[in-house]
């Protein structure tokens, strides 16, 4: 039974972002068919959703390849993320509810624990948890679409981060931030928190170039 596009655009949209393909490696139609059990039709239609998204580039007469963000892309992706997911973190703030802040303050308990032990993986796991739940929490359907996908373009150099000495340590005070404003109910706080968060972001990719 072949499998269908969507499950096929997910399967290879998760191998780009886990590292399973590298960034400038082919994506070779007939081999991602026999990987995933697809017809190439439908190995087509999600390479050329990737390729939307920005994770896939198209080459001439060369066909596919995993696209190679720069530092300085990366930068202006999480400058936009900076306004976005501000918008969303206010957004939360004034949809929070004592179930939310049940969840968000347990999401803190235990980056604050992965710190503590030195759980690098389980840290970055949980970072993505909590902006995942922010944007859920926030309404804000099309702002969630529009981060997943500067998400899925960044994560690797985000991956790297989170591997420099001390940087879990340092952004966790900046997380709760978030988390602190939101549980309050203060839109202007959450978003100035985000925003914070996001700035210390960018110097410290701009710092991982030096």
């Known amino acids: 039974m072949s499998t269908d596009a969507g499950t096929v655009l997910d399967a290879i949209r998760e191998g780009i972002m886990r590292g399973d393909f590298v960034p400038d490696q082919r994506l070779v139609e007939a081999d991602l068919s026999e990987r995933f059990s697809a017809s190439r039709s439908s190995v087509r239609s ?27 892309e990366a930068v202006e992706i999480t400058e936009v993320r900076m306004v976005v997911e501000g918008l969303c973190a206010a957004k939360a703030a004034g949809r929070v509810t004592p179930g939310a802040v049940a969840e968000l303050r347990e999401i803190g ?36 679409r529009v981060l997943e996908r500067l998400r899925g373009q960044v994560v690797r150099h985000q991956f790297r981060l989170s591997l420099q000495r001390g940087r879990p340590a340092r952004s966790l005070g900046e997380h ?14 959450a978003e100035q928190a985000a925003r914070r968060h996001l700035r210390s972001v960018i110097a410290a990719l701009r710092d991982s170039q030096d």
């Open 46 to 72: 999600a390479l050329l959703q990737l390729a939307n998204e920005g994770l896939v580039e198209r080459v001439q007469n060369r066909g596919a390849r995993v696209r190679a963000v720069s530092l300085d």
């Open 109 to 144: 308990a235990l980056m604050s624990e992965a710190v503590r032990s030195g759980d690098v993986l389980g840290y970055s796991e949980l970072n993505q948890l909590l902006h995942r739940r922010v944007r859920e929490l926030s309404g804000q359907s099309i702002a969630g």
């Open 176 to 189: 709760l931030a978030i988390i602190d404003a939101i549980c309050a109910g203060d839109p202007g706080a």
